[in-house]
């Protein structure tokens, strides 16, 4: 029983990982209607801007702010310069794009900081301080980080009148143009903010995996399975879908499959759901006139 609940607990963790990436695959993909393929190499670049400033000596948590606002700004410019201009472009032209982006970051980061495998401290203590015996203190630390930034978004979407200007633009661009929002900067700001959730998710996975330039490209696939079990459309969708799939991994891996099929796992998820629930558990079917 102990070993089970072992198991859970450290899915939930890895969900909560798996939800900051798939809830930022949704926030673009409700923008633009495409999915990001260079979110994965984004986070990686900006855990690796954090390692730097701590090998520097700047303070964990200075330099965990600091990496979220260059990470905002970031993926700003990355839409107002490289999306801005095919935004009305056929879908293989922004496919192209992502990739591209996807190719830049990852080269960028072996150039710059290299390929070889790199240890991201932990801020959290080795023990936890609630059911010790079950999560270890950075679980503990990175479920409730993870928390705090899903609960800082819903409170910013469902609050602000950003917030609210920008799911108008998502939803229904021309309406919001009609009443006087810029569409195209709400997109850069919902770039940003996807940019900056995906840099929560490397710096909180690091310290688990390693830090090196492929560090995300597993756990994009699993933050990709995870927005489309909960809906691609359906923002708190994907979180819900991050946790099922952290905690189901986890107790398959342990007791079905083993773990060398864990990833393998997340894609046979998403050709069964792109075959028998396109739409996942809590979005919306699509229904259209031909």
Not at 86 to 97: C, G, Q
Not at 117 to 128: A, D, L, M, N, R
Not at 143 to 171: D, K, N, Q
Not at 244 to 264: C, F, H, P, Q, R
């Amino acid at each position: 029983m102990d070993s089970f609940l072992l198991q859970v607990t450290a899915g939930l963790a890895n969900g909560g990982i798996y939800a900051a990436v798939g809830l930022a695959l949704v926030m673009i993909h409700q923008a633009t209607h495409h999915i990001n393929f260079a979110q994965g190499e984004m986070a990686t670049f900006s855990t690796f801007i954090a390692w730097a400033m701590i090998q520097s000596g700047v303070p964990y948590w200075l330099a965990f702010v600091a990496t979220m606002v260059i990470s905002f700004v970031a993926g700003l410019l990355i839409q107002r310069i490289f999306l801005k201009p095919v935004e009305k472009a056929p879908i293989l032209t922004n496919v192209i794009v992502f990739v591209g982006l996807l190719v830049i970051f990852n080269a960028f980061a072996g150039w710059i900081f290299e390929h070889t495998i790199k240890s991201f401290p932990s801020p959290f203590p080795v023990e936890g301080m609630f059911l010790a015996q079950y999560f270890s203190g950075h679980q503990i630390g990175s479920i409730s980080v993870t928390l705090v930034v899903l609960l800082s978004v819903f409170c910013f979407f469902r609050f602000t009148p950003l917030g609210l200007a920008m799911r108008a633009a998502a939803f229904n661009p021309e309406s919001a143009r009609l009443v006087g929002i810029r569409v195209s900067w709400m997109l850069a700001l919902g770039w940003g903010m996807a940019a900056l959730i995906g840099a929560v998710a490397g710096m909180m996975i690091a310290p688990i995996v390693f830090l090196d330039p492929n560090m995300m490209a597993g756990i994009l696939l699993y933050g990709f399975a995870a927005a489309l079990l909960g809906g691609i459309d359906n923002p708190w969708g994907a979180v819900v879908g991050g946790v099922i799939l952290g905690v189901l991994e986890n107790i398959l891996g342990a007791y079905v499959i083993g773990s060398d099929l864990k990833l393998t796992m997340a894609l046979v998820l998403i050709v069964t759901i792109l075959i028998f629930r396109p739409y996942g558990l809590f979005g919306k079917p699509i229904f259209s006139r031909v």
